[in-house]
């Protein structure tokens, strides 16, 4: 009988309904979920931690990279040959794909990110100072992870920060009009974009915090998965009341290495290859690990 992979971090494509799950030796197992089938394997740099995966919005290019061996690669789609790569890049941490599609954003050390052209490998500026960048997808603005957060305008004004209230910050996602943010053993915030106010706020239970956000266009609701970091235990999928942030179960299930919500926010992947549909809750589809 064949062996159970383990994913340890997943990456989703924006624009195509192609995935990548990676195992803990660098090999990245690609997948349709239109289809449900096997597009194939890539062999990569990656090791685990941080968010070192990344597909290009259109499924035709995976991003990897490795703290030990200091490497960010670019893989093509489906063969696997490299486009280019940078080695002694130290610390990182994190690849996210710019809104365009056309950056490939690399978090290093939590101190200060890179940004590289995704066709060329080409060194592209950086917003000075900043350790991470969101970008939302519905509204001309920006997120900077500075000493505080900083809500840019895409004309490059700045709208207002945000204090902090831990140190780190476990996940940020953009609706229409509203931005969540999640922070470590911390409060889940919802604010305003086009004020700043403050929406509304989640205060998990001592003792959990929220891991991942996401938004379901349709529905203009965001959800999050909520996970009891200080003694472990089984993860919740909750949705967050559009008015006031109160939390709604739709499943629990089994702690997991790895999650994503999908871009239209109307399912979660887990690294056990769940597809969980938000609305009701059922596994909609088991991807054979």
């Not at 205060?203 to 991942?212: A, D, I, K, Q, T």
């Not at 109160?246 to 597809?275: M, N, Q």
Request: proline share 3%; net charge neutral; aromatic share 10%.
């Amino acid at each position: 009988m064949k062996s159970h992979i383990k994913i340890y971090e997943i990456a989703v494509s924006r624009d195509s309904s192609f995935i990548g799950l990676a195992d803990f030796n660098g090999k990245i197992h690609l997948w349709n979920l239109d289809t449900v089938g096997k597009i194939g394997n890539i062999r990569t740099v990656y090791d685990f931690g941080g968010q070192r995966l990344a597909l290009s919005h259109d499924g035709k290019k995976c991003f990897a990279a490795s703290y030990q061996k200091e490497i960010l690669a670019c893989y093509t789609i489906p063969n696997g040959n490299i486009q280019w790569q940078h080695a002694n890049i130290r610390g990182i941490q994190k690849i996210v794909v710019s809104k365009d599609g056309q950056k490939a954003y690399c978090e290093v050390d939590s101190k200060s990110f890179l940004s590289f052209d995704i066709n060329t490998g080409g060194s592209l500026p950086v917003y000075q100072k900043a350790k991470d960048i969101h970008e939302s997808i519905y509204d001309d603005v920006y997120l900077l992870e500075k000493d505080n957060l900083e809500l840019w305008c895409c004309d490059e004004k700045l709208a207002f920060s945000i204090d902090r209230v831990s140190f780190a910050i476990l996940s940020v996602c953009f609706g229409k009009g509203l931005f969540c943010i999640s922070e470590s053993g911390s409060i889940v915030r919802c604010f305003e974009i086009s004020n700043g106010n403050e929406a509304w706020r989640y205060n998990p239970p001592s003792g959990s915090h929220v891991l991942e956000l996401g938004y379901m266009k349709k529905e203009n609701a965001f959800v999050g998965v909520e996970w009891p970091y200080e003694k472990g235990g089984r993860m919740k999928l909750i949705r967050f009341d559009k008015n006031t942030g109160r939390p709604s179960l739709i499943r629990e299930f089994e702690s997991v290495a790895g999650l994503k919500f999908t871009p239209s926010g109307d399912h979660l992947l887990t690294s056990e290859g769940h597809l969980i549909n938000i609305n009701n809750g059922i596994v909609d589809i088991k991807i054979p690990i």
